[in-house]
Every structure is written in structure tokens, then in C-alpha cells.
């Protein structure tokens, strides 16, 4: 693979970073990730979007103009001759001397970017459906912000497969909040979408705008509230979404199929829709 690192094209065995990077030794910053359908990015003006919001949160610069962000997107496509897959953008506080305060602004940034191919379209857990279980949402307080402090979301993703399951929806307070990696969705038995409002409790995720926005088209009702595990359970369908998942069935809460147990038709239908406008 060819990595972009700092302005740089390189093979991937000379693409390295310090560990003094504060990316590596104190988590201090942000990622991306953009899915690629037919070699075409998908999504891209809210992934972009997003990046600047986190970029601002924490008081990161990015180091390249807009233009040259959506440059270097597509080149890291086309130098990988990537068909499918996604793209990973990783922008940490630069090199600095351990130390908690921040080191002076001036401090150049790192920024690096590979790619990852998949097969996003042939995708076997769409088709049956996932398996989830209920955990405690452990992590900190500010989940609005695309952060790789991705410890607690690993140790729940591992939770569910011993468990059984594929994945794990995380609760606080009573409410669901969102999975390991993807936002979470129900559709009650009045075929009304709910998904959870955005507040810090919870990334606002690219693809559950757009899944949002085509739901609304087809004159799906939409709410944006919290909604519990109990509504989950007694929901008609459930799904996830995410840029590298699209749409996904949810099946199974804690060993408790919803409705039959199989992926609910809005859900395949939303998979559908969201696949065949973005291609
Ligand atoms: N994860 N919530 C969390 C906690 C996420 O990590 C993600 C994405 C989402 C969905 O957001 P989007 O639709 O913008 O991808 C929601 C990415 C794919 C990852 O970490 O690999």
C-alpha cells in the first residue's frame, strides 16, 4: 500500500511515526473514515465536515486546505487503484515531549492516511443480520468528537463475541446510546424510525444523516430521541449504520430476536436506497 504521511507518498514500510507522537502516547487525536464504492468516495462533504468539527473541538489545525484534503482523497484512491474499501485519516497533535499540557501551537501536526480494501457491498451480516448485546456505555463524555480512544469499544466488541454475539449496543442512564462503531436504530410498531438525538453522548454519524434524509424522502416518520432497551425489544425492526457497513439488520438483542428474528424490510430497503444513490 501506498501511505500518505505528513505531504508524503510512501510505501508502507517507510511510513513511520515518532513515539514521542501524542497520537501514540496520550490518544490526543482524531480520525476518519470514508468508505470507497466503485473508486468514487462516498459521503465525503460530511466526513470532511465532521473532521473540521472534531479538528476544532480539541483545537487541532489541519494541515492541508479543503481542496487539498479532497485532492489527496482521491489520489490515495487512485495510487492504490482502489475499487472498494475505505479510506483512514488520522490527524494527532504532532511530536512533543511527554508531558499533559499541550506542547506550543506551532507544533507541526501529523497527518496520515491509508487505505483498507473490502468488499463493502458483498457484505454476509447484512444479509442475516446481527447479534447484539446490552453494555454499559463506559466511555467518556464527549463521544461527539471522532477521537481513536477506541480502548472501551474494542473491550466491548470482544464482550460480545464471547457472548456470542456480533457487536454490542451501549447503554446510559437507561438509554441506548449507540454500538462499538456504527449509530443504532429502531423501528417501532408503528413503523416510526427512531434514533437517538445528537449530544455528546454520541457521534453524529455520516451515514445515519444520510439514512436519515432518505428515510424522510420516502415519507418514513422520523424521531430523534433516546429510546431504551425495552423499545428495542419491542421493536419492529433494528439496524445500524456506518460508513463501512451502510445499513445493517440488528436480529438479536441479548438473545431476544426482533420481531421474527429476521432483517426487517425498511431496514433492506434503506440498505438499498442508501447503496444505489451513493454509486
Ligand atoms: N466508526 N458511532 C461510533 C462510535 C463510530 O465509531 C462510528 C463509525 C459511527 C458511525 O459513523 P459514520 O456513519 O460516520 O461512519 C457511530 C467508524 C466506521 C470506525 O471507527 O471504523
Redesign the pocket.
Known sequence: RIIYLNGEWLAEPEAKVSVFDRGFLMADAIYE?TCVLDGKLVDYA??AA?LQRSAKELGLTLPLSEEALLAAHREIVARNQMDQGMIYLQLTRGVADRDFAYPPADTPPTLVMFTQSKNVLQNAAAERGIKVVLLPDLRWGR?DI?TVQ?LY?SMAKMEAKARGADDAWLTEDGFVT??????SHIVSAEGVLITRDLSHA??P????ASVLDLAAAQGISVEERPFTPAEALAAREAFI????NFVVPVVEIDGQSIADGKPGPLTQELRRLYIDTRR
Open positions: 473514515v460530511g466526513h465532521r463521544r471522532k477506541l469499544p449507540e454500538a462499538s462503531a456504527a449509530s454520541l457521534l454519524g455520516i451515514t445515519r449504520t456506518s460508513a463501512t
